[in-house]
């Protein structure tokens, strides 16, 4: 294995438990075009593929999206999902233990950190700022920055040809198995976390290459390639 270089990291349920302030407000969403509300343990299952599919799911009360609902109607619940959860101010999301820790000892090592998540690109900055660790990423790439999102390795493999690294230079850190894919796709290894948000499912079952139940248990996995 090459040293590691660069660590591309997933947001929600890696670094940042943002489901309660999602589950508000899509909650809020379907109940306002008179739809069944979700709770906040059905958003936990929904979650990972993005606002448009996070809300279709909502609206269908289920992981498989009901076929029957129209462009139109997913676009004015999508609209309003914005809208309620620009409005949350992500006051009830926080930081992961040791979740800031570890960026810390990772940037001073000197590792190229960026951030891949499938969220919508124009709440990262706010939320990342607001929990102290937008500065610790050279590359933001939120869900709508590429045509594809994970797991098309679209992303990955841009940063691997912006640095001119190997996939072999780059580790996937995330906590769902599109997280995992994305890795496999783009040809690089995979970092899986036990908790997060992955429809259920223990990570374990996308085969990364490492399993973990911390965050911190990173330092050890990198500087052995570092």
Same mark, same amino acid.
């Given at each position: ?10 947001? +929600?349920? @890696?670094?940042?438990?943002? =489901?309660? /302030? &999602?589950?508000?407000?899509? !909650?809020?969403?379907?109940?306002? &075009? ?6 906040? #343990?059905? =958003?936990?299952?929904?979650? *990972?593929? *993005? ?30 999902? /914005? ?6 101010? #992500?006051?009830?999301? #926080? &930081?992961?233990? #040791?979740?800031?820790? @570890?960026?810390?000892? $990772? ?7 960026? &951030?891949?998540?499938? %969220?919508?690109?124009?709440? =990262? ?19 709508? @920055? ?12 841009? $940063?691997?040809? %912006? ?36 429809? *259920? ?5 996308? !085969?990364? +290459?490492?399993?973990?139940? +911390? ?6 996995? =990198?500087?052995?390639?570092?």
């Amino acid at each position: 294995m090459q040293p590691i270089k660069l660590i591309a990291f997933d947001l +929600d349920g @890696t670094l940042l438990d943002s =489901v309660p /302030d &999602l589950a508000m407000a899509a !909650d809020q969403a379907v109940q306002a &075009l008179g739809f069944s509300g979700v709770s906040e #343990h059905q =958003v936990r299952d929904y979650v *990972g593929n *993005g606002a448009d599919v996070l809300i279709a799911r909502c609206l269908s009360q289920s992981l498989h999206i009901d076929p029957s609902l129209t462009p139109d109607l997913r676009q004015q619940a999508r609209e309003r999902f /914005d809208d309620y959860y620009a409005k949350t101010g #992500h006051k009830l999301s #926080h &930081l992961y233990p #040791h979740v800031k820790q @570890t960026l810390v000892q $990772l940037y001073q090592a000197g590792f190229i950190l960026a &951030l891949v998540t499938n %969220k919508p690109s124009k709440f =990262v900055p706010d939320v990342l700022a607001q929990h102290g660790i937008r500065e610790f990423f050279s590359d933001v790439i939120g869900g709508d @920055t590429f045509a594809e999102k994970k797991p098309n390795p679209m992303a990955l493999e841009w $940063l691997l040809e %912006k640095y001119q690294l190997a996939p072999q230079q780059m580790l996937m850190v995330g906590d769902s198995k599109n997280d995992i894919l994305a890795a496999k796709n783009a040809g690089c290894a995979s970092f899986g976390l036990t908790y997060g948000y992955n429809h *259920g499912e223990p990570i374990s079952d996308s !085969d990364p +290459d490492v399993v973990a139940d +911390d965050i911190a248990q990173l330092i050890d996995v =990198v500087m052995v390639y570092a």
